[in-house]
């Protein structure tokens, strides 16, 4: 019945949408001061612009090229945005791509999707509809359907979220706009009837007047504060049947003729049969209430009259009190077929019961208010009483919902929460990522992404050329084991590798968190952590540590960190035979005085480069202090030449200085007891050389047990001594 | 030349165009606008490399955009090329696409002389 109505089809073209309900949502989705937002992903930048301009009146528009780039967007702004038009055929990823991750991530619960293709097989159709899409809009499309599917999608949902999104200004809103379009509406018809448009407003203002003062002298009829309100507003609809008289009677200025009467009586029965016939909203409060008013407006207390005949409180009170205001406002309004009367006049009148009997009990109301009553109809004073309504109608739906204006604040505070980490994720210079398995996406933070030199959001970056060069495979996969091998107690893990920055390698420590479901198993989903870079602190710590560990002068280690590898070595291979060789330089302190403490530095220097010459790769040379070496080295058979070649091998000339050093060696097989007995045999051993004569190398063996060390006391060999 | 003859020159329905879009302003716009869209330079790339995948998109979109424009002889023969190129190559592609630069050049110079008498 509605659709028929010629005023009605501009505003609901797409057949199935609720005209009342619809136009009244959309007003309020306008005035909400946040434009809503529209993601289009569509390859064809013009269908995009085509689309953009339908709606970018009412709506924020963001865009995508394509299917990847979508989900990127969606993974981003989430339930930020509240409705995604998208296209099937696209390169990267298509539509149904889309709808699969979609899917995965349970985001098309909340985000509801309109498909547009010029694809029509019904198969792509069935596809669609089975990964959740809410409509399908095939090419081409019609400004028109798309613009009202758009809105009515986003209605649907916004319908699901209303509640989470309640807050006083919407409640308000909302019923001061549907007062609005009621009326609208209404004028509509009376405009139609030729009659000034207020009568609306007035029957509205008297009913209002009438119930809240009858509630104030009974409780007979159970109306709640609610209840005044849905009348009031179903009021303005009483005479809507009358959209189907012909204009010739309804604006006829004459008497009626008895068929013409008849004509007119039919426009009750009309009205309600509209309402009944709307195709949804039946149970709505408001719609049950404008039915009884439309349908019972004419009947009288006595039982005289139309369409039904119904007797006293038979007449639901709602259809009483708009009767009596409906005859009030008639009497007091210049029609096309009388002049007006007065108020006191038209008072008079209904209490004499000329316009027919009404309730007993409404006649009192009538008479107590009926010193006022031009006043409180005057308009000024009904508003803001009206204002007054509605401002407590307000705090009770405010005290009701508690909770859910609370989980408002939550969302602010969450935009908050986010706002503050992208700021500081910019300040920070760290490169932060978030990593999700289904769909295989990784994230970047704005800075990382540019260090990096990737794009914020990777697909799929197992097979991705450019993300796959930010690491080594081998780092990569261990680091994914790590993060698989946490649980949810303890999931974060700290790794070193070398990324590549845009080409140069640097040492960066990996601080992640790996992320588990609340699923019983739990799943592991994925990975949020960041990158920072410790190549210059890593390279500084490693030059401290060649500092601590070495000799300046030589470059060989010195006695302390020799000591620490030569245990290391045993403690790995305790069954192999080593050797400890200790030599000094022969006349060293002569060389000193005679040519200076900057040519005894040379000679050692020099030494020192032999050493290192003569040595193997795994053995150990170190300068033990002033001009004593040291030597570690590993055997297997015979031990004796290599130890002579060494020996020969460090003699010779310097300058026309001749070097000779004296020797001593101990032998694991031959000295037990660890390092520290080795040493000291070892020691003793090149003593008995400096006492017999020097030039020469010597093993330690048991004759020697008591002799005095050389070495003894230097700084670097004070461990010798503490047994 | 109005934006009527224009229709007629490149073989469109122009009351079909303004009754989906609702006002000339928007199907004025969009039908300049076709002149920079990149679908078809993108098509004569994808088909020249073989890669035939591409120009079924490219192809695809072209007979999207003519859709939306109501623009229907180049959205006519395009259709029937995207389809030849659906499942891969096949031997009627080549005549196809002929017909596509065809039309093409037809849609193009209308809109073309449409904007140089609309512009002076």
Redesign the interface.
Known sequence: MWMSCGFFSEAAPAGSSPPVKAQNKEVILLSAEQKQKILIVDDSELNRAILADMLDDEYEIIEAENGLQGVGLLQQQGVEISLVLLDIVMPQMDGFGVLEVMAQNRWIEDIPVIMISAETGSSHIERAYELGVTDFISRPFDALIVHRRVVNTIMLYAKQKRLANMVADQIYENEQRSSLLIDILSHIVEFRNGESGLHVLNVRTLTELMLNHLVQKTDHYHLSPSDISTICTASALHDIGKISIDEKILNKPGRFTDEEFAVMKTHSMAGAEMLENLPIHQDDPLVKVAYDICRWHHERWDGRGYPDGLHGDEIPIAAQIVALADVYDALTSKRCYKDSFSHEKAVEMILAGQCGTFNPLLMECLQELAPDLPALMSGSNSVAQRDRREMRNVAQEMRRHEELTASERTLQLLEHERMKYSFFADMSKEIQFEYTVSPPMITLSNWGAEHLGLEEIIMDPMHQPEAQSIMEDIDFQNLTDALRSTSPELPVVTYDCKLNYKGAWRWTQIVARATWSSDEPPRYTGAIGKAIDIHDSRMKLSALERMASHDALTGLLNHAYAKKRILERIETRPVASYALVIFDLDHFKAANDTYGHSFGDKVLVHLAEKLRQCIRGGDIAARAGGDEFLIFLEYKDEVETVISRIFQALCGQFEHFPISVSMGVALTSAVPGGYDALFHAADAALYTVKRGGRGQYRFYDDTMRETLSVISPIEDGESAHQK | MTLQECYTAMGGNYD?AI????SER?VQ??VL??LN???YDLLCRSLEEKNYE?A??AA??I???C????IDRLQESS?RLCESLRNGYTPQADALAEEVRVDYAQTVAAIQAFQKESAG
């Open positions: 079909d009754g989906r879009l609702r928007l716009k969009f606008k076709f869209d990149g679908s591409e079924f998109r695809h979109t007979k999207g955009v859709q939306n424009l109501s259709s």
